[in-house]
């Protein structure tokens, strides 16, 4: 498996395997970057850009392995946001309910119409609330890798070259 075409590179197909393996990797480095993001320092966000480019790019070769556009992205991406907010929201109150608290009184502030109460209150709670909520947003970082293996995993290989590239699959360099 060449990485850099793997993960960086948005033209050609990879079969299922190098597609999992490349979600391993990706969700490997995601699950550092988020960890050492709460707990560091926000600095290590600067690496997430790079990471969403990945993810496209894994992602992408896949549906071009299956003979589909890899706009398509979109439309997981998409899904990924919903699945990942409602995971988020059904575990902060089960597993941080003391984040829970203080998102509900920044809400209130917010609802209240007192915009420098509310950024304040931000400042001043923030960095908790992200160490509290750490782990709902690693199961929902997780969630999300396990769909996109889903899907990825699930799509059937073009048996035959097409505008993206040679046939991958046994027998052949994936």
């Not at 490349?22 to 966000?45: C, D, E, K, R, Y």
């Not at 992602?59 to 392995?65: A, F, N, Q, S």
């Amino acid at each position: 498996m060449d990485i850099a075409y793997v993960l960086f590179s948005p033209k050609g197909r990879i079969g299922p395997r190098d597609f999992l393996r490349g979600l391993i990797l990706l969700t490997g480095a995601s699950i550092i970057v988020q960890v050492a993001a709460t707990f560091l320092s926000p600095t290590f966000n600067f690496v997430q850009p790079f990471l969403a480019w990945a993810y496209v790019c894994v992602i992408g070769k896949r549906l071009h392995d299956a003979g589909l556009t890899a706009w398509l992205v979109l439309v997981i991406w998409l899904v990924s946001v919903v699945v990942g907010s409602v995971v988020i929201n059904l575990l902060i109150p089960v597993l941080a309910p003391k984040a829970y608290e203080t998102i509900t009184q920044i809400q209130g502030i917010a609802i209240s119409g007192d915009f420098e109460g509310m950024m304040k209150a931000l400042e001043v709670h923030g960095p908790e609330v992200e160490r509290q909520s750490a782990l709902p947003k690693l199961i929902s970082l997780l969630v999300n890798a396990g769909l996109f293996a889903l899907i990825g995993g699930k799509l059937k290989s073009d048996p035959n070259p097409n505008t993206h590239g040679p046939a991958t699959g046994p027998g052949k360099l994936s």
